[in-house]
């Protein structure tokens, strides 16, 4: 599979069912890999949400400190607010969104319809991922935590559900047909 932005009356095709798209999950799901392949591929900007964290998250979270939901608002306004200014010409935000309130708080704050891609991904496999990742703040110690905290989106969030141990290939080939349907069923309504 190419990179290469899609051509110019495929990327107006995918761009109105979603100029705005989290992918989220917990640390070790292919996050930052799957969305800058989604952004490179739709010729959208790509944020990683982890250097949205203020750098008290980052400090605790590099002590193999768990944070709580009141460091993470502050952080989930930032990248609310990076998607609302971002969307008019489309972006992709890597950013955990763990709990259901978070991603409504996501959606609430940017103003913007938000897609969600949940690269899902079994325990061991995170695990292994992480215990792999040199040079990255947080330290597989925390897993357990994100992991207990994690509420899958629910079926009326329609968030794009995959199976994250698939090749980023074939995960961000999953994802462009997913936005190509969105479209279609948009541009049919």
């Not at 496999?125 to 947080?138: A, K, V």
């Amino acid at each position: 599979m190419s990179l290469s932005p899609l051509p110019d009356d495929a990327v107006s095709d995918a761009r109105p069912a979603a100029r705005a798209i989290v992918v989220m999950g917990v640390s070790g799901s292919g996050k930052t890999t799957l969305g800058g392949r989604i952004a490179a591929a739709l010729g959208y900007t790509f944020v990683e949400g982890d250097d949205l964290h203020p750098e008290t998250n980052v400090a605790k979270m590099s002590a193999g400190i768990a944070l709580t939901d009141d460091d993470r608002w502050p952080w989930l306004d930032r990248v609310a607010d990076t998607i609302r200014v971002l969307s008019a010409s489309g972006c992709v935000v890597s950013c955990s969104a763990l709990r259901r309130v978070y991603r409504d708080h996501i959606r609430a704050r940017a103003g913007v319809a938000v897609t969600f891609v949940h690269p899902e991904v079994d325990f061991p496999t995170l695990s292994h991922r992480m215990e792999n990742r040199p040079g990255h703040y947080m330290p597989p110690s925390l897993l357990d935590s994100q992991c207990a905290t994690l509420e899958r989106p629910d079926a009326d969030e329609k968030a794009i559900r995959l199976e994250g141990i698939l090749s980023p290939d074939a995960l961000t080939d999953q994802v462009l047909g997913h936005l190509a349907g969105l479209s279609l069923r948009e541009a049919e309504a």
